[in-house]
C-alpha cells in the first residue's frame, strides 16, 4: 500500500487531495493475467460512525474463494455525498491489511471515474493498493446512457458533460445494468469484460455480492449481540 496523504482532514482539505490524486490515474492494460480477483464492501448506518468492512478474495475462473477479511472500526471523517472514499477507505484498508494474500485486481461497490471530480472510490483505493481497480455501483452518481440491448454482456456508454466514465452493463439478461467504470490500472474494456467473468446468475458480480453478505451477516450478528447485552442488563 502507498501513504499517499493522511486521513484525519477537513472536507475542503479532501476535495483538494482528490483533484490532486485524480491526475495520477493509469488507463492501462493488465501487465499479467487475472487469477484472483477481490470483492470489497461496507455496511454502516448513516446516523452512526460505526463501519462494518468486508473484503472477499476469489480464484478465477471457478469464483471459488480463497480468502476473506473484516473489520469493525469507527468512521473518522463524515458521511459527505462526493467525499464517501474518506469517509469509507480506512475501513477497507484495515480489512486489506488482514488478508493472507494479496489479490491480482479488486472490485468496489461503488463507483471509480464515474465521479463528479473524477476521482471515486475505486480510484482512490486503486491510486493506494496500486492495483488494477474498478468501481461496479448498483446506482449512477453522474451521467447518463441511452438504452440497450437486453442481452447479457451488453453495454452503453455513460456520458458525463460529453465525456464517457464509464458504462452501464448488463450482466443478467432483462435486468437492470450496474454501472462500471475504472479505478486504476486498468482499461474501461478490460473492466467490463473482467465483471463478466464474475458473473455467477446474479446481477451483482460475485465478489462484491459475496462481501456484501459477509459484511451484512457481520452487522447482524453484532446487533444482535447488543440486543442481548441490552436484555441481560435490564
Not at 59 to 78: G, N
Not at 81 to 90: D, I, W
Not at 130 to 138: E, F, H, I, Q
Not at 181 to 191: D, H, K, P
Amino acid at each position: 500500500m502507498k501513504e499517499l496523504h493522511h486521513w484525519t482532514v477537513t472536507p475542503a482539505e479532501a476535495v483538494e487531495i482528490q483533484q490532486q490524486l485524480r491526475s495520477k490515474i493509469k488507463i492501462e492494460k493488465f501487465a499479467r493475467p487475472i487469477k484472483t480477483i477481490a470483492g470489497c464492501d461496507l455496511s454502516f448506518d448513516k446516523h452512526s460512525d460505526v463501519i462494518y468492512a468486508g473484503i472477499v478474495v476469489l480464484q478465477l475462473p471457478h469464483l471459488r474463494e480463497i480468502d476473506r477479511s473484516t473489520v469493525i472500526t469507527k468512521a473518522t471523517f463524515p458521511y459527505i455525498p462526493g467525499l464517501l472514499s474518506f469517509h469509507e477507505s480506512p475501513a477497507v484498508l484495515e480489512a486489506w491489511a488482514k488478508l493472507n494474500l494479496q489479490p491480482d485486481a479488486v472490485i468496489i461497490d461503488g463507483h471509480g471515474y464515474a465521479h463528479p471530480r473524477r476521482i471515486g472510490i475505486a480510484c482512490h483505493l486503486g491510486l493506494v493498493l496500486d492495483l488494477p481497480t474498478l468501481g461496479c455501483a448498483k446506482s449512477i452518481l453522474v451521467g447518463k446512457y441511452k438504452e440497450f440491448q437486453p442481452e447479457a454482456g451488453c453495454y452503453s456508454y455513460l456520458i458525463d458533460k460529453e465525456e464517457i466514465v464509464g458504462a452501464a452493463l448488463r450482466t443478467k439478461r432483462n435486468v437492470k445494468p450496474v454501472y462500471v467504470s475504472i479505478g486504476n490500472r486498468i482499461t474501461l474494456e478490460g473492466a467490463l469484460e473482467l465483471i463478466m467473468k464474475c458473473v455467477k446468475g446474479y446481477r451483482i458480480p460475485e465478489p462484491t455480492r459475496q462481501a456484501h453478505l459477509l459484511v451484512n451477516s457481520l452487522r447482524s450478528s453484532e446487533n444482535m449481540k447488543l440486543i442481548n447485552k441490552s436484555k441481560k442488563e435490564s
